[in-house]
C-alpha cells in the first residue's frame, strides 16, 4: 500500500512539465495543494482506503523531501563539453565528451559489428547512432511498453553471431494483470525488427524492483536478472523467477546443465537466487567470473545502504532477504563489495580495451543515487582498490559501456524523475584520453 501512495506522489509531482523540465517551485507548491484533499480524505478518514502505517509516513516523508529537492536543487555541473579529469591511482587523464544530447532516460547501451551505437530509452523507443549522427526515427518503438517507475523498456543485448543472424534482444515491462517483464527476441532487417520471438514473460515485477538487464556469457548463454517486484520473500522461493539471475539458450529453452533443472518445486531458469534487484553484469576477462551489481533495501524493506557487488555462481544463494548489507549466514553468500550509504548502482562492465591502459580488467558501474562511476581493481576475486570517478559532476549516471573505439561511455538519468536534469538532459557521454 505504501509503495502505491508513493508511487501515486511521484507520478503527480515528479513528473516533468510539458516543456520536459522538470517543475518549478510554483508548479510544486499547485501540485501538493491539489493532492493534499486526496491524501487528507485517503489516509486520514476511518474508512480510508490507503490507511496510514508508518511504512506511508516513512514513504511520504522521502517523496516530500524529494519533491524539496527537485524544486530547489541545481542541474549537475558538468557541460560534457571537453572538461578534463584525471585518475590520480593511474595517472590517467581524460576529456568528457557528450555524443548525444536530448534524450530520455538512456537504460542500455551496445554496438553492432558495423560500429551502430544501438540504445534503448525507457519509455519504449530503440534508438541508433551511426556515422556521428542519431538517426531520428527509433529503429523500433515497443508498442505494449509499461513505462511508470523504474521499469519500461530496459535492457538490449545483440546475439554473439549478430553480424550472421542479426539477432537483437530487449527486456521491457508490460501489464498483464499487474506489471511483469518480459524477454523478446527480434530480427533486424531493412525494413526494422521482425520475427519476434517471446525469450521467456511473466517476470514478477512492479514499478520498482523490476531488473532487468540482459548479458550473453563466454559460454553462449543468456543472463538475465530479474528484481523481487518488492516481494521480498519471492527472492528465496525457487518456484518463483523474481529475485533471480537466470540462464537460457539464446532461443529461451533452459540448459541441461542448470542448477535446479529436474528438480522439483523449482524454475529450471534459475542460474542463482536471493536477488533484490539486479541491474549490472559482465564477465570477468580471463576467468569469465560473472561479476553483478545489486540495489540493497532503501527503508521500507530493510536499513537503507546495502548496495552490493556479488560474484555470481551456480546455484549459489545470496541471502535477499535474510541476510544483507555485511551479514553472513551458513549457507548464503555475502557480498564482495557493500555500500552504505547507498550509491543505487545501475550497471557494470568490464573495460578490455586499450585506450586506457591504466583501467585494463578493472570494473567500472555506475551509480544513480550516488552520482558518479566507481572502478575496481581486481585480481581475480580479490579486491586491490576502489575509485569514485565524476563524483557529483553529472548527475544520476545509468549505463556504463565500451565502445568498439575503445572508449568508455556513458549514460546520465536525470529525467527518470529523480534527477535535476541539465537543459541537454539526458545525455550519452564518453570518456576520452588526453595524450
Known sequence: MGLRVSSWIAHECQKPDRQGGQRSTGQLDRCLQRIRPVLTRGLLTPNAKWRITRLHCAILATCLTTLVGLACGHPPPGRG??????????????????VIPN?????????????????????????????????????????DVEPQGES????????PQFASNHFLYL???????????????????????????????????????????????????????????????????????????LRLNDDGTVPNDNPFVGRANARPEIWAYGSRNSQGIDFQPGSNLLF???????????????????????????????????????????????YTPACAPASGMFYRGSQFPGFKD???????RGERIIRVTLDGRRVISQQNLLEKKYGRIRDIAEGPDGLIYFSTSNRDGRGRPASDDDRIMRLVPVK
Open 81 to 98: 563539453a571537453g572538461e578534463t579529469e584525471t585518475s590520480q591511482q593511474t595517472q590517467s587523464t581524460f576529456k568528457v565528451e557528450t
Open 103 to 143: 534524450l530520455e532516460v538512456v537504460w542500455s547501451i551496445v554496438w553492432a559489428p558495423d560500429g551502430r551505437m544501438i540504445f534503448t530509452e525507457r519509455p519504449g523507443r530503440v534508438r541508433v547512432f551511426e556515422n556521428g549522427k542519431l538517426q531520428p526515427q527509433p529503429l523500433f518503438t515497443v508498442p
Open 152 to 159: 519500461g523498456l530496459m535492457s538490449v543485448a545483440l546475439h
Open 171 to 245: 527486456s521491457y515491462a508490460y501489464n498483464s494483470g499487474g506489471t511483469q517483464v518480459r524477454v523478446v527476441r527480434y530480427r533486424e532487417t531493412p525494413d526494422g525488427l521482425t520475427d519476434r520471438k517471446v525469450i521467456i514473460e511473466g517476470i514478477p515485477a512492479a514499478q520498482f524492483h523490476a531488473g532487468c538487464r540482459l548479458r550473453f556469457g563466454p559460454d553462449g548463454k543468456l543472463y538475465v536478472t530479474t528484481g523481487d517486484a518488492t516481494q521480498r520473500e519471492l527472492a528465496q522461493k525457487l518456484d518463483s523467477i523474481a529475485g533471480k539471475i
Open 292 to 338: 553483478e551489481t545489486e540495489h540493497g533495501p532503501s527503508g521500507f524493506d530493510g536499513p537503507g545502504g546495502g548496495d552490493e557487488v556479488n560474484i555470481i555462481e551456480r546455484g549459489k544463494n545470496y541471502g535477499w532477504p535474510v541476510i544483507h548489507h555485511r551479514a553472513t549466514q551458513a549457507g548464503m553468500e555475502s557480498p564482495l563489495l557493500e
Open 362 to 368: 578493472n570494473f567500472f558501474f555506475s551509480c544513480l
